[in-house]
């Protein structure tokens, strides 16, 4: 297991689920880390179980908000000195429903969270350290944006396959220095992806050919792996992490 000693990472959305399993690895990497989320109480009581201030930050806000991306990258250059490592997780999905019934407003919203705030996460880390000093960036997209996927969630699976279609184009834009890469989860244990398996798990796990459904860690793990320098000749990939189901035609 690579030591992430003396690296910063930032990670958005990071309260719970995927985001936090992240977090957590990364900590137990050596690395330091800025928790990043909407709501402040779970954000600053996932800080206290992750280590202490010496470790861990958390800024709370909307991912999207221009003005809390900014606090939050300025204040991990004032705590730590830098920021190596960036994991864009935040991602929404508040509605369901066919595509032509959706409001153009939550439209706009899916996109401008899940496709739009990566963006703007990328560059002001690229301003504050990246660009002078190198680093890596991991997006966490979903194998809903690979093919047509559960119905409901079509805008949420667009937005995906406009954040795996961004981070080829930002690995071509900030090679060499830095690398960009993605996550492509299937369905993972959290409250956010509760809906498409609670009460039929096991309906659900049995379609994947390894019979579960994934876990936060199971994501950990993968993106701990591109940011790590095991990864130093990876850039621009999004990788599926899925339990194989996709492999069965099935997403």
């Not at 689920?17 to 928790?35: M, T, Y």
Request: charged share 20%; aromatic share 4%; net charge negative.
């Amino acid at each position: 297991m690579e030591s992430f000693k003396d690296r910063v990472a930032l990670v958005t959305g990071s309260s719970r689920g995927i985001g936090l399993g992240i977090a957590r690895e990364l900590v137990a990497r050596g690395a330091k880390v800025c928790l990043t989320a909407r709501n402040a109480e779970p954000l600053e009581a996932a800080a206290r179980e992750l280590g202490d201030p010496d470790t861990v930050i958390a800024v709370a806000g909307k991912a999207d908000d221009p003005a809390h991306q900014q606090d939050a990258v300025a204040r991990t250059m004032a705590a730590f000195g830098r920021l190596d490592m960036l994991v864009n997780n935040t991602g929404i999905n508040p509605a369901f429903g066919p595509l032509l019934e959706l409001d153009d407003a939550v439209a706009a919203k899916i996109l401008q969270v899940n496709v739009l705030a990566p963006l703007a996460w990328t560059r002001l880390a690229h301003q504050a350290w990246m660009r002078e000093n190198g680093g890596a960036v991991v997006n966490v997209s979903s194998v809903a944006g690979l093919a047509a996927s559960s119905p409901g969630i079509g805008m949420y699976g667009v937005s995906k396959a406009a954040l795996s279609r961004l981070t080829v184009e930002l690995a071509t834009d900030l090679g060499p220095a830095v690398r960009v890469n993605a996550v492509a989860p299937a369905v993972v244990k959290t409250d956010f992806a509760a809906p498409l398996y609670l009460g039929r798990e096991e309906q659900v796990a049995a379609g994947y050919p390894l019979k579960r459904l994934g876990l936060p860690e199971d994501v950990a793990g993968a993106v701990a792996f591109l940011l790590s320098d095991a990864a130093s000749w990876i850039t621009g990939q999004t990788l599926v992490v899925d339990g194989g189901v996709t492999v069965t035609g099935r997403v």
